[in-house]
């Protein structure tokens, strides 16, 4: 499926520099196709000295899931806020980025429950991958203000 009338801001739990993602290529029920300019040199809010550490793409991949599960939710319904609580099996192929660039955010849905979901996540700069991982989302329960 292909929306153009998504807004990223209102799917993440960021706002401002913070919401990374430009926009959304794709996504159906289990997967998500989205695109992000990095550009370090450009007060990146995770820049450190106008390089970007490569573990600041696992925060790209965060931001698809969330993405998704904002698609995924009922339509005129709130995103059902949630938690990163685990991110495994992160593999980097660069140390970090000090140049822009355009990269292509994947995620894809493995399983889950109304208790929370597991996504895999790739991170590539044309057909170079530069990060891959996996991560786990619980779900905030109403009431739940931990």
């Known amino acids: 499926m292909k929306r153009e009338d998504i807004h990223i801001a209102d799917l993440v739990p960021h706002a401002g520099a913070m919401v990374l993602l430009d926009e959304v290529v794709d996504y159906d029920t289990d997967r998500i196709h989205c695109r992000a300019t990095i550009d370090p040199a450009d007060d990146h809010p995770l820049a450190e000295q106008q390089r970007l550490p490569a573990t600041a793409l696992a925060e790209y991949g965060a931001q698809a899931m969330a993405v998704h599960g904002g698609l995924l939710s009922a339509p005129g319904t709130a995103p059902r806020p949630g938690r990163l609580v685990a991110l495994r099996q992160l593999d980097l192929a660069v140390d970090g980025l000090d140049h822009a660039i355009e990269v292509d955010v994947f995620g894809q849905r493995l399983g889950g429950d109304e208790s929370g979901n597991l996504y895999e ?12 991982g996996k991560a786990t989302v619980m779900f905030i329960s109403q009431g739940d203000d931990a």
């Open 121 to 132: 996540f790739r991170v590539k700069h044309h057909e170079t991958l530069l990060a891959h």
